[in-house]
Structures are given as C-alpha cells and as structure tokens.
C-alpha cells in the first residue's frame, strides 16, 4: 500500500565565497521512523550572489524556494511499492482452452488485474505480461499470460477507447481494432511482440526475448536493445539506443509501484554541489541567448506553437527552452523520415498555443528535477542507495502538490468521454489531482497541444502510469542533456561564466561500470524487428479472420463482453 510522503525540513547553514559552497547541517530527530531509506531532496547551494526566486516561481514539491546562502531541502520517507493493484467494473469472460474470445470495450475507467503490466508498447515497455520476481525481466520476470487482459484496457495494456473490439486469439496471439475498424494493437506471442500503429501514422514495436532483454524499434525514432542486470540486491537495466549510426546510452532502475513493474531513470553522470547550485538558482543577471535554429525547418513548422523567451532569468528558463526545441525537432524529423505525420503541424493561431505562463509551469517542474539530481549526486557520493519510488512518479503522485509532465513522443490516450486522441512530443499535461490509491493510470489535463487530431487544450485525459513515469523519465534526460550543455558553453555565447566549484567533471554512478555491454549487431536487429512486424501483424490479421469464421470448439466456445 503507498503511503504518503512525509516531509520534514532539516536547517543547513552555508558560507558560499565566489561559489566555494561550504556546507554544515543539523538534522531534526525524525518523529517516525521511515519504512524505506528516507531520501533528503536538497535544495542545491547557492552560487555566488544568489537572489530570490525569479519568473519560475515556487519549486514544486521537495525543494524549497531558492536564496541566497545554502540550505537543505526537505527529507522524505519514500512509500513501500508493493502496493497491489485490483481490478474493478467489467471483465472479460475467459475462452476455454485454446478458444477465442471477443470483448468490445465499454468503459474506460476500469483497472488491470493485481500484476498486470500496463506498460507495453512504448520507450521502457515491454509486451503485456504477468510480473514474476524480478522486475527488469532477469530470470524469473515476465510471463506472457493474455488471459488477466481486462476488456477495459488495451492489448498493450493501456486504457481502450470506447467502442474498440478486441480477440483473444488461440496461441495467445491478440487484436485490437478501433471504432473505425483500423488496427491499433498486435500481439503475437510467439515472437513476443507488440506492435502498436498511433493515431498519427507512426509504429511501434516491441519485443521481449527468451533471455529477458527487450528491443523497441519506432518508425522514425531512435530504436533501442535493454538489458536487464542486477546491482548491489536491485533491478537495473542498461539501454543502447540506435539513431543514423549514432549510438548513445541511458540507465533505469526497475521496481514495483502499485502492482505494475515500472522503470525510473538512473542518472549516470552526476555534478558537483557547485553545479547544481549554479544551474537551479537565478542568475545574477538575464542574458540573452542565441539559439540558432532560427532558420531550422522544425522551428517555422512549429511557430504556432513555440516561441523562445526573448531573454533568461535563470537557468530553469534556459533548460525549459532547450527541452521544448528538442522535442519538437524530433518531432518534426519523426514525421519526415517515416514518410506519416506522426506530429501534426500546429492549427494557428495569432500567438503561440505554448503560453508564457504553461512555460513557466515547466520551469518549475525542471527546477525540482534539478533539486531531485543533487539530492541524488549526494546519496550516491555517500555510497547510499537511491529510492526509485522517490525519484519516479510515486512521489509526485503522493506530495499532495500539482506537476507538470511534457510528452516526449507520441502517445494515445483515452479521454473523459471515451474517446481516443493523440499526444505528441512537446505537448503539456498538469495531473491536479492524484489517482486513487489502487489506480494504474491517472487523470491529467492537456495545457497546451497543436490541435488538429491532438488531445484538445483543457481535455482531461487517462494515462497509463507507466507512460506517466515516461514522461518524466523523458523530462529527466532532456534536462541532464541541456545540464551538459550549459556546462560545456558556460562562459560563452552569451551564458554567465559558472563559479570554478560548478566546472569539476562529473563522476560516473558506479552501478554503470558493471552494466551488460551492448552487441555490434544491436542496430541490425533493431530494424530487422521493425521489418519482421509487418509479417507478424499479417499473420495475426489473417488469423483473426479466420477464427471469426470459425466456430468455436465444443468445450470452450467463443466468449464475448460488451
């Protein structure tokens, strides 16, 4: 069951002197002992005239606002997370062995059974299976079992949209149609895919291997080989992305959050205190930045959306616009190369749908991401473990606080009326209110979309919480890309010169130096997946059809949920 976070303030003094940080504190007796290893989320030190908050306002929750002089943010104890999720409303009445079933959804508030992986079909996901021990998918992992399938959520386990249709196949192949009759879900068993097609043209694929790694290809984007290691007693998993011969790299860490196994991002690279300092608290003065992408093709598509602040108070402003441009010429080069609209342009309007003040939303959130990594940093340089439930979602949805999540690719959700619409990189959604403490997805507001077949502003949609961790975990590596950006041009191109205690290099998380090392032929078998879905999603079509027509065996027959 999770528990709510309790949060305590610790008192710090700081002498900071031309950002040499020195740090002293005095910890409260904590009133309760924790259950789980309390996480401190320190607000990082201060640089060198430091001044109060600035046009990003108050941090979220886990930091405190920022001032001059150091001091320590709040301790919290994480919750447990081997909370067990029930499943509630209309199920889906099991075939006999071996024989198929239909199941038409008709409501969309419904919960997966306890165990059910809600996570398929997407960046950090796997096909939909039934969790043993072991999170990452090490031995004793996933088990496909199609059966605990509920009617009101997906194949690929998220929230169905009203009037989908669903078959449970023999073999344990699986369909899904929308209302419309297209195909939008695929699972063949024997591969172990999934394969999903996006409102907007784009595809996904999804495989689980026999030896527990997984590969994510997507028409267009970056694919991906995970594989699952264990450090120190916990579930990590080592991530090889592949894009245009590039090859570049991202850690998780896997444990268990209300009875679906999510995966929460390990930072690898961690900076010294100075750093942290210098990129969460304002600047001394607004800068003027150039971008450069002026002339970029992504930026004119974009213009109904996004526009740059025209100067920078600090850095959260500065980190708000680079994650913003990153994501949508991503999403301009997606819809490029996969030859499909996978980020419609934006309907226009007289001024940017990406309001100043959603802007500012953002920039709060990534200031607590800031103070949420040198929390981390610290921990991890005191050779204590990092709790992944304080650093994921499972405290953002216990704080009792409003976040702010940014898509980081295209994403199909399902809204209040049951409706399917689309989300895509760049766009904004505000969870208000938390999800009951049962719930595997959670109710969010779009803030800012481009229209057209996107999710529309002020529509209240359902998530998944498994693509909510997503998008954070997205949000967290987006932000440590512009982090060592900052660092490298500090100084330069119009950027405030860092104090000499921020320019340290940063170390490396020890659990990476054992991590599973990545094949040569990774990038090949990334695309021969890609390729080998179009066979399997003919070959489960073809077998749908042929079973619809065919009657059921005696002793199981074809069952069927409205």
Known sequence: MLKSFVFRVSLTTGLILLGAVGLSAQDKKPEKPAEKPAVAHTKPAGNAGAHGPASPGKPAAGTTAPHSGASAGGTHTGPTTNGTATHTGTTTTRPAANGPSTAHSSVTANRPAAGANTNAGRPGSGSTVVHQPGSMGRPGGPVHNPAVRPASYGIAGRPAPLGSHQQQLRNGNALQRRPNGRISDVHDARRGMEIHNS???????????????????????????????????????????????????SYYRGYSYRGVVINVYAPVRYYPIGFYG???????????????????????????????????????????????????????????????????????????????????????????????????????????????????????????????????????????????????????????????????????????????SECAKSTTVTVALADLQDMQNHMRETIDRGMEELRQKQGSGGLPAAPPSAVAAPTTAPFAQIAPPPDPNDAKTIDQQMNAADQAEQEVTAQAGQEANTPAPAAGGTSASH
């Not at 997507?218 to 699952?228: C, F, K, V």
Request: with cysteine; hydrophobic share 40%.
């Open 278 to 452: 210098w990129a969460y608290h304002p600047w001394r003065a607004p800068i003027v930045f150039a971008w450069g992408w002026g002339g970029a093709p992504w930026y004119g598509y974009y213009g109904g959306y996004f526009a740059p602040y025209p100067v920078y108070a600090t850095p959260a402003l500065w980190l708000t616009d680079y994650m913003i441009s990153s994501e949508l010429a991503a999403a301009y080069e997606a819809g490029r190369e996969s030859a499909a609209s996978s980020a419609p342009p934006p309907t226009a309007n007289t001024a940017p749908a990406l309001t100043p003040e959603v802007k500012q939303q953002i920039a709060v959130e990534v200031q607590s991401q800031i103070a949420l990594e040198n929390a981390e940093a610290q921990q991890t340089a005191n050779h204590q473990d990092v709790d992944p439930a304080s650093s994921g979602i499972a405290r953002m949805l216990g704080d009792g606080h409003t976040h702010v999540f940014v898509a980081g690719g295209p994403l199909d959700v399902v809204d209040a009326s049951g409706a399917e619409c689309a989300l895509t990189d760049g766009d904004v959604l505000q969870l208000v209110t938390p999800p009951p403490p049962d719930a595997t997805s959670a109710s969010l507001v779009v803030l800012a979309s481009k229209g057209n």
């Open 199 to 249: 409102l907007n043209g784009g595809r996904r694929v999804v495989v689980e291997r026999p030896d527990h790694s997984r590969v994510f290809a997507e028409r267009g984007r970056p694919g991906y080989i995970q594989r699952p290691y264990v450090y120190q007693g916990h579930d990590f998993a080592r991530r090889s992305y592949y894009y245009h011969g590039h090859m570049y790299e």
